[in-house]
């Protein structure tokens, strides 16, 4: 078995899907699935997987605007000052 240029996009669909999980800024996870999104439409397209294909259409679309939506947002920086060793914390704003 050989190695070609789609297995090669389906790792690296898995490997930013990886990525995703270990991120804690929902902007980050959102851009990383999002990317794995693209890369698994290409993986589908190549390989002629047509549930692969349309089912990453559909969520990188959903991903893709919600990517949008979390970089338009303001971050809020919150502090803790009642305790000890606690560094600041980023929260998306509400708005």
Same mark, same amino acid.
């Given at each position: 078995?050989?190695f070609c240029l ?16 270990? /991120?804690?800024?929902?902007?980050w996870l959102r851009?990383?699935?999002? /990317? ?20 990453n259409l559909l ?19 919150? /502090? ?13 704003? /509400?708005?």
């Amino acid at each position: 078995m050989e190695f070609c240029l789609m297995d090669s996009l389906g790792f690296l669909a898995y490997g930013f899907v990886l990525l995703s999980a270990s /991120t804690n800024d929902i902007r980050w996870l959102r851009v990383a699935l999002f /990317t794995s999104n693209l890369f698994f439409i290409a993986y589908g397209f190549a390989l002629q997987l047509m549930p692969i294909l349309l089912f990453n259409l559909l969520l990188g679309c959903i991903n893709g605007y919600q990517a949008y939506r979390a970089w338009r947002r303001p971050l809020i920086v919150l /502090t803790s000052k009642d305790q000890v060793g606690v560094g600041p914390a980023l929260v998306p704003s /509400t708005r």
